[in-house]
């Protein structure tokens, strides 16, 4: 018997769209992201290496939430969300999850001196929203953070990828969610 898909709270919803209302730029969704979306994008992580997961713009947790179920203990989450409402709501979603409220296209002043590479980042800010020049400096900095061979997974509702790829990095679309409000593509970001 499949699962039975989990509701969102109204008190998400609202939440969420309050965030959205205060900071239109830095939410790129009309809804929060899917339960199917947020088990594509856990998917490629993988639980059996060892360190840190960096996830930017959880939003209302959902994705932190998914990769928890994927097995990736809350504690190597290093989660970094700009609203301050829906970092609480992260934090009380995954208590063991470490939750920063911070921007991340300035990730030396949010993270601070992050002494281990991370294994991999997920990112759902709504890079759409941004300038090309902000976009690649972006994904650029947040592949300096990995490990060599780390990739840095991100959603978007694009039919291309936010950035494309370039002589520093590739990208690779891995999914398309058909079951998300709108639907969205998964795509894997790693430095060549």
Known sequence: MPAKPREIPFREELTFLKAMIAHPKGVGAVA??????????????????????????????????????????????????????????????VPKAQVIVGDAFNLDATLGTQAEPFISAVSGVPLLNFTMRQRHAYVEDVLRRLRTGGAMVQFSYGLTPPVPACRDFSVERVAVIWLNLPPARVWLYRRR
């Open 32 to 93: 929060p992201s899917s339960p199917a979306l947020a088990r594509a994008i856990a998917r490629q992580i993988d639980p059996d290496i060892a360190g840190k997961v960096l996830e930017l713009g959880p939003g209302t947790g959902v994705v932190t939430e998914a990769l928890v179920e994927r097995g990736i203990e809350a504690t190597r989450i290093v989660a970094v969300e700009y609203d301050p409402e829906l970092a609480r709501m992260v934090a009380a979603r």
